[in-house]
């Protein structure tokens, strides 16, 4: 069955025509509302007149390009649209900007379809959050979409993978993420990950806790489905 989300629209915003059209394909046969844009000048109009639940931003335009798109978006008052970078651009330190800059996320060219339908689904599940939320679990804090936890007094550094694990066990408040749920969660824009993998970003992300000085237990292993944040440790 055909996972309707007429309610939704988003704007897919690439100046090139062929990768455009194939996008907006996609996403019409997944049944979202659409607008589309070339360039950064036109996106922001579009966004400025009309009720946009997620921009999927090219960074590489030939006016302003989508870092600055994004960061004017982010300067706005009133609605705040998420959005979603789509770039070639693989290193870290692109991406780090990316989300500096105020991207919830990025998915990576070139890519599989099903990525990144996951990747919308998994951030359309968060569109009513407000930008700056800050969860927290006892003493630890996670502003969405970055990687640097504050544990008590303590700051640690995450992976990207790691950080969007941990994203999901706290949205989640202490009830059990599924395994579908974490995989869906940690897609990256070229390939789905396998339980294997997650079984290895959490173990590492347990370490990391734990050498900060978290609780062993922070995060439990629930058999036979996936994990949750321990609700002894929420206060």
Not at 132 to 149: C, E
Not at 152 to 168: D, I, Q, V, Y
Request: hydrophobic share 45%.
């Amino acid at each position: 069955m055909l996972h309707r989300c007429t309610a939704v629209k988003v704007l897919v915003v690439e100046d090139d025509t062929a990768l455009r059209e194939a996008l907006l394909a996609l996403l019409a046969a997944w049944g979202y509302g659409l607008a589309q844009a070339a360039d950064g000048v036109a996106a922001l109009a579009i966004c400025a007149r009309e009720a946009i639940d997620l921009v999927l931003l090219d960074v590489g335009l030939p006016d302003l390009d989508g870092l600055e798109v994004c960061r004017r978006l982010r300067e706005r008052p009133g609605h705040q649209p998420l959005v979603l970078m789509l770039t070639a651009r693989d290193a870290s330190a692109d991406k780090v900007e990316g989300l500096e800059r105020g991207a919830d996320d990025y998915v990576v060219k070139p890519f599989d379809p099903p990525v990144l339908q996951a990747r919308l689904r998994a951030l359309l599940r968060r569109r009513d959050r407000p930008l700056s939320s800050v969860l927290a679990w006892g003493p630890l804090q996670l502003v969405p979409g970055q990687t640097v936890l504050q544990l008590g007094p303590r700051r640690l550094e995450l992976t990207r993978k790691e950080a969007l694990l941990l994203e999901t066990l706290l949205r989640a408040g202490g009830l059990s993420c599924s395994k579908a749920q974490l995989l869906d969660a940690s897609a990256d824009g070229r390939r789905a990950v396998g339980e294997d993998t997650i079984k290895a970003h959490m173990r590492n992300l347990r370490a990391k806790l734990s050498a900060a000085g978290a609780p062993p237990d922070l995060i439990e292993t629930v058999y036979g489905l996936g994990y949750r944040l321990n609700p002894s440790h929420a206060h």
